[in-house]
């Protein structure tokens, strides 16, 4: 599906793996001032003063977590950099730095980490963090890739999953579900491709979707947004299992309920065309779907008003006591106990 956009093939063996380390490494600049030393030394030198340090590894491996067949090599070292800084905005930290380390097969050439390394050192420069370290080496098969992010905040700006109070606001930004409804419709290509080669997919009405799965975006804007409204979310996580899986999280670890409301979940006019199409419910989706990188974190009663208005935040539900248990409110109003998982979650009951 994706064409090869590199005849040219350059052999790791030509290079060795220092030559490589070298050739992908050699054009990084250092941009945080708490990197004192970066890539080059034995180990990369941080200085972060007074901060504290949050750090979060993300591992890759084709086959389980990607599919080189739909997710160009560009896309991947894009993506992998972004669900790593998406934790750190998870935690409300400001992401610095990150290592890269890659296995590979000897399928692969040269041509294909540099399209890699294209891909992450966007990603580093968009969210400006830097490379710092990492290692690369041979898989016996295929590609693994590992990226570990840094980031920095002050104590008190830290936000942990276990914080909510029992009446406190849910809320999520942006939207939920298309990522994986992207994922949906890139699997079916794939299908008619392997069937008929010579036939081009025409992907115009599923472009957000597809977006939203090949080249997420993580939150680092919501910190500033916050602090601009002064508002510090007592709990919070992002959305990469599946938004139901999440609230599990925050109300396991804060001990306390939840009640989502069904007619309040955001989601993509796209999505609901597409989910349609594919004949699936799209509350089933948006709550069970993975992979968007929203924020999903709670609120105080007392902050309602400084965010109601702010179209990057949507009010979901809010925390009850833990007894009352984790429940999803229909838009036909009946009460459907939240599961972590499970396409037929909504269904069962
Ligand atoms: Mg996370």
């Known amino acids: 599906m994706i064409e090869d956009k590199n005849p040219q093939r350059t052999s790791l063996a030509q290079l060795g793996e220092f030559g490589l380390i070298e050739h992908l490494t050699r054009s990084i600049e250092i941009k945080q001032p708490s990197t004192l030393t970066g890539v080059g030394d034995d180990a990369a030198v941080l200085d972060f003063k007074d901060k504290k340090v949050v750090v979060s ?6 086959g389980v977590h990607f599919d080189l067949s739909y997710m160009p090599l560009k896309h991947l070292g894009y993506k992998a950099v972004v669900v790593n800084i998406s934790d750190i905005c998870a935690m409300n930290a400001r992401p610095t730095q990150i290592t890269v380390s890659i296995a590979v097969s000897n399928r692969f050439p040269l041509e294909a980490l540099e399209e890699l390394y294209e891909g992450i050192k966007l990603a580093a420069k968009i969210y400006n963090v830097d490379i710092v370290g990492g290692d690369t080496t041979s898989s016996q098969k295929g590609m693994i890739l590992s990226i570990t992010a840094l980031g920095e905040a002050n104590a008190d700006e830290l936000v942990y999953r276990n914080g909510a109070g029992a009446t406190d606001l849910l809320v999520v930004t942006g939207d939920v579900g298309s990522a994986y409804m992207g994922l949906q419709v890139l699997e079916r290509e794939k299908q008619v491709f392997q069937v008929n080669p010579n036939n081009q997919p025409d992907l115009d009405a599923y ?3 597809i977006e939203r799965q090949l080249k997420p975006e993580a939150r680092n804007d919501v ?7 002064e508002v510090k979310p007592t ?3 992002d959305v990469s299992d599946g938004l139901s899986s999440e609230i599990i999280h925050i109300c396991k670890q804060s001990g ?5 409301y069904e007619e309040k979940i955001p989601v993509d006019p796209q999505l609901i065309s597409v989910t349609e199409e594919f004949n699936i419910d799209n509350t089933t989706v948006a709550i069970n779907g993975g992979e968007d990188y929203e924020l999903l974190f709670t609120i105080k009663m007392e902050d309602f008003d400084k965010i109601k208005h702010n179209p990057n935040f949507t009010i979901i539900g809010y925390m009850t006591q833990e007894s009352e248990g984790i429940h999803l409110i229909t838009r036909a109003n009946t009460k459907i106990p939240l599961k972590a998982r499970g396409w037929n979650a909504m269904s069962e009951e």
């Open 256 to 260: 306390v309920g939840c009640n989502l």
């Open 223 to 229: 910190k500033g947004i916050l602090e601009a409204l």
């Open 207 to 209: 472009t957000y979707l």
């Open 57 to 62: 590894t993300d591992l890759l491996v084709e």
């Open 235 to 237: 709990a919070m996580i």
